[in-house]
């Protein structure tokens, strides 16, 4: 069965500790692995696209890894800012699957 | 180029309602999907529209239906509402089907009481 677990489901850092949150999927056919960050009450905003094992992504403080089970989001002394949840998704032969996500809470 | 907007932003019905909720794409996109998130889940797929379409559909009953228009906009009916379709639901556009990036709006979340 085609699935996404994310993990931790909650994060407490103190400003400038950096940390990884890991997307473990199975899917046949992966077409393409995500990384969104949403805010409460708004729709999530893009911040990566993977689509194969060994690549990998950079954007500010954040890089996205991706092997043939997992991806991993590294977050590099985060600010209070990088507080939201970060959700998982990949897409498979004719769906998209989301985890639950991983709610960051950045401590000043 | 505008970004992907959907509405009403918010939204409350009686159970047994009917409601029709309303996306446009992101400029030049021409493929719309559907989801529903409940609090403190991730988004789960409804469908995915490519060229007026459907092109794709997850575990959700006959009672949710859709359209994409030539101008590729798009409407999400629901049909007979139940208590457990209050929820967010969001439109995300992509420029083709498949393995391309999503792009969200920012949903409009629907109260059915």
């Known amino acids: 069965e085609d699935q996404v677990t994310q993990s931790p489901e909650a994060l407490r850092l103190q400003e400038g500790e950096s940390s990884s949150l890991n997307c473990s999927y199975t899917?046949?056919?992966?077409?393409?692995l995500f990384w969104y960050r949403q805010d409460p009450g708004k729709g999530p905003e893009f911040l990566f696209t993977?689509?194969?094992a060994g690549e990998e992504k950079e954007k500010e403080r954040l890089k996205a890894t991706l092997t043939k089970k997992e991806s991993f989001l590294h977050i590099t002394a985060p600010k209070p800012e990088d507080s939201a949840t970060y959700l998982c998704?990949?897409?498979?032969?004719?769906?998209?699957?989301f985890g639950k996500g991983t709610r960051l809470h950045i401590l000043p | 180029e505008t970004g992907v907007t959907q509405s009403p932003t918010h939204l409350i019905k009686t159970r047994g309602q009917q409601v029709t909720l309303r996306c446009s794409s992101q400029?030049?996109?021409?493929?719309v999907s559907w989801y529903q998130q409940a609090l403190g889940q991730g988004p789960q797929f409804i469908f995915q529209?490519?060229?007026?379409?459907?092109?794709g559909r997850g575990n959700f009953p006959p009672r949710f239906s859709g359209l994409q228009f030539p101008n590729y906009s798009s409407e999400l009916n629901v049909n007979a509402l139940e208590l457990d379709d209050s929820a967010l639901y969001l439109c995300?556009?992509?420029?083709?089907?498949?393995?391309?990036?999503?792009?969200f709006g920012p949903g409009t979340r629907l109260l059915v009481l």
């Open positions: 995300a556009s992509s420029l083709v089907s498949g393995g391309e990036t999503q792009y």
């Open positions: 899917v046949s056919g992966l077409r393409g």
């Open positions: 993977l689509y194969s």
């Open positions: 998704a990949v897409e498979g032969d004719d769906k998209i699957i």
């Open positions: 400029s030049g996109h021409n493929t």
């Open positions: 529209y490519y060229r007026e379409e459907e092109n």
